[in-house]
């Protein structure tokens, strides 16, 4: 839980209160009008709250998206299965090898 300050606490109570002027007061709003918009009033107003943007979340790496598509269970049976059939083909050369050989690479490309 985040914590509040004492003007914080104040605000929620008034909240809950319903009182609007001294909601208004507290974040300097004129009634009806709601904010002057004044460069002076937008300066101090990103000096007081910051600015108002969503910071961008960094983009996954190649390797946290592999890693991610390698928990995905179909996925899985079919490397197994790919493995297999692989190794089935080496065993057993009469099948030729090429066969497993392209299940497995195309199970993992």
């Known amino acids: 839980m ?6 914080g606490l104040i605000l929620s ?6 009182d609007m002027r001294i909601i208004n007061s507290s974040y300097n709003i004129v009634g ?3 904010l ?5 009033d ?5 000096e007081v709250f910051g600015a108002n943007v ?5 983009p996954k ?5 592999v890693w991610e598509a390698l928990q995905d269970i179909t996925l899985i049976i079919l490397i197994i299965a ?5 190794a089935l083909s080496v065993y057993q050369p009469s099948s030729g090898e090429e066969e497993g050989t392209c299940r497995l690479y195309t199970v993992v490309q």
Do not use: E, M, N, Y
């Open 42 to 46: 937008i300066r101090h107003r990103k």
């Open 54 to 58: 969503i910071p961008p979340k960094p």
């Open 32 to 34: 009806r009008v709601g």
């Open 13 to 18: 109570a008034v909240l809950f209160s319903g």
């Open 2 to 7: 985040a914590t509040v300050g004492v003007k």
């Open 61 to 65: 790496s190649f390797f946290q998206l």
């Open 82 to 86: 790919a493995v297999i059939s692989f």
């Open 36 to 40: 002057s918009g004044s460069a002076d």
